[in-house]
């Protein structure tokens, strides 16, 4: 039987919301019905229509009678900052882009009103379950609202997976050199944390990752035996994973990078390049982490290196759009 599309309904329309519905457009399976973004609307749709790492979209944007259209496609904007104040009718899926201080009442309010599933892009201690495809999708049981992890889990987590399978996991420590983020400021400004109060474009911040304490969530077998840290590094878009790992079965490192290109290849979101690529050649990959061959070594120690990329953006928006392709197939479990 083939299911009607996804109607979904975006709360937040910042770099993920955009990014989300610019893939959404291209998805024959999902609809977006509304968009949700205290911002002018005329705003929001010049920033979908102008993106400064992507690029402009390459067809029609403007705003009619206050709705978004898009190559004549009809989108409802509003500007409410409780979702109480909507009608939510007839929406499938919610995906929470906002970040903000009531996302966790939107959330239960959005299900309240009908809607059916929420789907939180980021963190989110309140949700029901914290999923990654490539990980831990399989323990769906029904809950109504997922969080999607964040983008450095997504490339971690389906990796340590795979390894663990392929060689069992003794311990590791990963680095993600990670492009700044709209938590930093331009310029030297307070924040919470002492180096992310720096300029973000002029240096190299070393800094935590929420990665860390989401392995828990995702992998906790394995969480323990996992060191995390980031460095945020002047770049727009794209980032990276280095992590050094303990194997408890070694081979040769030959084997080894064998073994993991074809667990990459036969992965729905693992993906492998033995191009010298730098981060700009990996905007816009859809895969979670994509790993880098030549990169790939083991050490006289016994201690294996593995390197991937992965466009923190675009990457953790098309896993967006996967999840609730694969909550609707299984949401009868």
């Not at 067809?59 to 500007?79: F, K, P």
């Not at 999708?137 to 997922?146: H, L, P, Q």
């Amino acid at each position: 039987m083939t299911l009607a599309p996804l109607r979904v309904a975006i709360n937040g329309f910042g770099r993920i919301g955009r990014t989300v519905l610019r893939q959404a457009l291209a998805r024959p399976f999902v609809d977006v019905v509304l968009i949700n973004d205290i911002a002018a609307p005329a705003l929001s749709a010049y920033l979908f229509q102008y993106d400064s790492v992507f690029g402009p979209w390459q067809g029609s944007v403007q705003l009619a009678d206050g709705d978004l259209e898009i190559d004549g496609r009809y989108i409802r904007m509003t500007s409410a900052v409780h979702l109480s104040e909507l009608d939510l009718g007839g929406i499938d899926v919610l995906f929470e882009c906002t970040g903000s201080s009531i996302s966790a009442a939107n959330a239960v309010c959005s299900l309240e009103k009908g809607v059916s599933q929420v789907i939180v892009s980021g963190p989110a201690d309140w949700a029901e379950k914290t999923l990654i495809l490539g990980a831990n999708e399989s323990a769906f049981r029904g809950e109504r609202i997922i969080s999607n992890g964040s983008c450095t889990t997504n490339a971690l987590a389906p990796l340590l997976r795979t390894i663990d399978e392929l060689f069992g996991v003794v311990g590791a420590q990963m680095t993600t050199v990670h492009c700044y983020t709209g938590s930093q400021p331009t310029v030297d400004q307070p924040r919470g944390d002492f180096a992310r109060s720096r300029a973000a474009a002029m240096s190299m911040v070393p800094t935590t990752t929420s990665a860390h304490h989401l392995l828990k969530n995702v992998l906790p077998d394995l969480a323990e035996l996992v060191e995390a840290r980031a460095i945020r590094v002047p770049t727009a878009s794209v980032s990276a994973i280095d992590l050094t790992v303990a194997l408890r079965d070694l081979r040769s490192e030959e084997q080894i990078i064998h073994d993991l290109r074809a667990a990459a290849g036969s992965s729905l979101v693992l993906g492998w390049t033995e191009e010298p690529v730098v981060s700009v050649d990996l905007r816009g990959r859809p895969e979670s982490l994509v790993l880098c061959g030549p990169e790939i070594s083991l050490g006289r120690s016994g201690l294996l290196r593995v390197f991937g990329w992965y466009d923190n953006e675009w990457a953790f928006s098309a896993r967006m759009l996967d999840m609730a392709e694969h909550l609707r197939k299984n949401e009868d479990r």
